[in-house]
């Protein structure tokens, strides 16, 4: 089952993606469960396949989509943790690379993609997110899986120049991480370190890796993070990036306005943004 949050005539709402439209689950469900995080939290995904054989009320152009999950408690983002990307920065430490995104810092599918004006060395990352569906501290890697509710795409914008000696300037502009287009229950994902990840600017593949490749897998990377800070539903995990990134390219290959961006992971979709240049300002209600 697919799950995705958007915005529909001004109301923010979430629904089942189905071959025929979305079958709008906050209309149904609302009331109980505000948001697909509160749905998770309830642990009430069970309530949701209830309907997923109504028909579509809605078309998949009629609604802006919103990052999956527009606000989690945590964003845990994993850096180096496919082979190829540790040759490509001669990433030496053996122990997982993390650092934070704020929620903030993301933006859904089809929506704007935005390049700092402050860089111009703005980079693509696919990568496979993961959600918590069940809150955990301390997790075995043997029950880590039972946690996840599901999985998405994730391009991890970075601006290479603002990463200075830690990730974290650089990968917090605001909407440079999309999120999408929806989540994969993770019932429908067999084995998450079995999926083909590719990445394409302009239509051009630009990376192309199996899960299987990571060096670290999302159970032992959910035990581990579980061992510092407690996993709550609706949290997020992104799981690393493959090789083939712009800044490790010869010449250098660099994100710019009205350019397309696409993460496409097997088994879960294809998340899509075309690339703008960030405002000068942001009006303070846009900013809420």
């Known amino acids: 089952m697919k799950l995705a949050a958007y915005l529909v005539n001004g109301r923010r709402s979430y629904g089942i993606v189905s071959e025929n439209g979305i079958i709008d689950l906050g209309a149904r469900l609302g009331q109980r469960y505000g948001d697909l995080k509160a749905l998770l939290a309830a642990n009430a995904v069970a309530e949701a396949v209830e309907y997923q054989h109504q028909p579509a009320e809605l078309a998949l152009n009629e609604v802006d989509f919103l ?37 903030d810092s993301q933006t859904g599918h089809r929506q704007a993609v935005l390049k700092p ?24 890697r043997e029950q880590a899986l039972e946690h996840v509710a599901g999985y998405s795409c994730y391009m991890d914008g970075s601006a290479r120049d603002w990463q200075h000696s830690w990730y974290t300037a650089g990968k917090n502009g605001r909407c440079t991480g999309a999120f999408g287009p929806w989540m994969t229950t993770s019932d429908a994902i067999a ?27 999302v159970a032992a990377l959910i035990e581990y993070i579980s061992t510092f800070t407690r996993l709550s539903a609706g949290d997020v995990i992104i799981t690393g990036s493959p090789g083939g990134v712009g800044k490790k390219r010869t010449p250098p290959l660099f994100m710019h306005a009205g350019d397309r961006i696409e993460v496409d992971i097997e088994h879960i979709g294809c998340l899509a943004n075309q690339v703008a240049d960030a405002p000068l300002s942001v009006p303070e209600t846009a900013a809420a």
């Open 117 to 140: 004006r402050y860089s111009t060395e703005f980079d693509y990352e696919g990568e496979l997110a993961v959600i918590i569906g069940r809150a955990g501290e301390n997790i075995a």
């Open 191 to 217: 084995d998450p370190q079995n999926l083909t990840l590719i990445t394409r600017l302009n239509g051009q593949q630009v990376q192309q890796d199996s899960t299987s490749n990571m060096i670290y897998s």
């Open 67 to 103: 990052p999956v999950i527009d606000n989690p408690g945590k964003i845990i983002c994993v850096g180096m943790n496919y082979a190829d990307k540790r040759l490509e920065f001669n990433e030496q430490n053996p122990a997982p690379t993390l650092f934070v995104r704020f929620a």
